[in-house]
C-alpha cells in the first residue's frame, strides 16, 4: 500500500467505551489475543494472560513512577500542572486560566506555600518558583495526581493509575498496559518461568501530543528520559524472545543501540525521540502488551507498525464490536 497518513489511524469509538475507572481488581480486565502467525484473535481475562506468553519470553517493564504534578487551589478554579521535574525550582508549567499568570503574579496558596510567575515561554507555558520547594511536604494538600484528560479526575483512583512495581518518580502519565498486573500474577509468571527485567521511561506529557500533519515524517516526536540498568541490559541482551509491556518500554527497547547491548554492561540514561510507525525495522520488540489507544495517536501508529495497518484496524473493529474498553484504564491486548 501507500505510504500511511494521519487519516489511516483514524476511528470512531463510543463514548461509553472510554473506560473512567479500572476493573473492580487489576488482573480481572478482558485481554485480546492477536496471533501475527496466522492472524486469529482471541478473548480472554488479563489474569490468564500466562497461558498466551511464549514460554522463551522475558518481559520487560517500564517501572516508572507518576509524579503527583498537578497543584489546584480554590476549588480548582485555579490550575498548574508542572511538566518539568519536580526537582527542578522554577518548574516549568501549563497554567489555567492564563489571563491570572502574567509575568510577575504571585499566588499564596497558604501561609507557607506560594509561588510567583517569572517567565511567560513562547508556547504557553509559564515559568514558576514554588516557595518551599516543590518536594516539600507543605504542598502535599495541593498536589494531585495527573489523570488523562479524557479520565474525570477522581483521587480515590489514584493508586489504581500506579503499576504495582512504580519506583522510579517521573512520569506526568502512567505506563498503562503494566495496571493491570498483581504481584501474585507477575509471581506466578516468574513460578513459570517468565522472567521480568524493568526499565525506565519518563513518560511525558506529549504521550497525549496531538499528530497534527497529515504526512507522518513531518511529525516531531516527543523527548523523554529513558534509563537501563547494567543488570537489565544484560538480561535484555541475552533475552531469546522479548514481550515489552506497553509502549513505553517498547520505545526503550528499540532506543538501545547495539553498543549498548555489549558487555561490560553500563548504565544507559538518556533522551529519545523514536517515532516507530509502518515501515518500522523492528530489532528488539519480539510481541507487545498494551491497552487501546486513541485515534491518530504516535501510540496506535506503533501498534501498527507491528501488525500492519489493515490489521490494527480488523482488531479494533472487533474489540468495538466486543464491547471493549478503552484508554488508560480500559482492556489489554497481547500482539504475539
Known amino acids: 500500500m501507500d505510504k500511511p497518513t494521519l487519516s489511516d489511524f483514524d476511528y470512531r469509538l463510543p463514548e461509553e467505551l472510554i473506560a473512567q475507572e479500572p476493573s473492580d481488581k487489576r488482573d480481572h480486565s478482558r485481554l485480546l489475543v492477536y496471533n501475527r502467525a496466522n492472524q486469529s484473535i482471541q478473548h480472554s481475562q ?7 506468553l511464549p514460554s522463551n519470553t522475558t518481559l520487560v ?21 508542572i511538566v518539568s521535574s519536580m526537582v527542578d525550582n522554577p518548574v516549568t508549567a501549563m497554567v489555567r486560566p492564563g489571563r491570572q499568570f502574567k509575568k510577575g503574579a504571585h499566588h499564596q496558596l497558604s501561609e507557607t506555600c506560594h509561588l510567583d510567575v517569572e ?8 515559568r ?4 518551599p520547594e516543590p518536594t516539600d511536604p507543605a504542598w502535599r494538600p495541593f498536589f494531585y495526581t495527573p489523570f488523562p484528560p479524557y479520565i474525570k479526575p477522581n483521587e480515590e483512583l489514584a493508586g489504581r493509575y500506579q503499576t504495582v512495581y512504580s519506583t522510579t518518580p517521573g512520569s506526568k502519565a502512567a505506563p498503562t498496559a503494566g495496571l493491570h498486573f498483581t504481584p501474585e500474577l507477575l509471581q506466578g509468571l516468574r513460578d513459570q518461568g517468565i522472567p521480568q527485567t524493568e526499565v525506565t521511561l519518563n513518560v511525558g506529557l506529549g504521550t497525549f501530543a496531538p499528530v497534527k500533519s497529515e504526512e507522518l515524517l513531518s511529525h516531531k516526536m516527543h523527548e523523554e528520559f529513558f534509563s537501563v540498568s547494567p ?3 544484560e538480561s535484555i541482551s541475552n533475552a531469546k524472545h522479548i514481550t515489552a509491556v506497553g509502549t513505553t ?16 554492561y553500563e548504565t544507559v540514561s538518556r533522551e529519545t525521540d523514536i517515532f516507530i510507525y509502518p515501515g ?4 528488539r520488540t519480539n510481541a507487545l502488551l498494551t491497552n ?9 501508529m506503533l501498534l501498527a507498525a507491528l501488525v500492519g495497518v489493515d490489521a490494527w484496524r480488523r482488531i479494533y473493529d472487533e474489540a468495538i464490536r466486543e464491547g471493549y474498553r478503552f484508554y488508560s484504564f480500559g482492556d489489554a491486548m497481547l500482539v504475539l
Open 46 to 52: 488479563f489474569h490468564h494472560i500466562g497461558k498466551y
Open 128 to 131: 514558576c518558583r514554588l516557595t
Open 249 to 264: 518500554s517498547c520505545r526503550t527497547l528499540e532506543s538501545l543501540s547495539d553498543v549498548d547491548l555489549q558487555p561490560p
Open 280 to 283: 518500522y525495522a523492528w530489532k
Open 61 to 81: 517493564m517500564n517501572n516508572t513512577k507518576v509524579d503527583e504534578c498537578r497543584l489546584q487551589w480554590e476549588g480548582g478554579k485555579k490550575e498548574v500542572f
Open 231 to 233: 543488570n537489565a541490559l
Open 119 to 126: 517567565e511567560v515561554l513562547e508556547d504557553g507555558l509559564r
Open 292 to 300: 487501546f489507544h486513541l485515534p491518530k495517536s504516535t501510540l496506535l
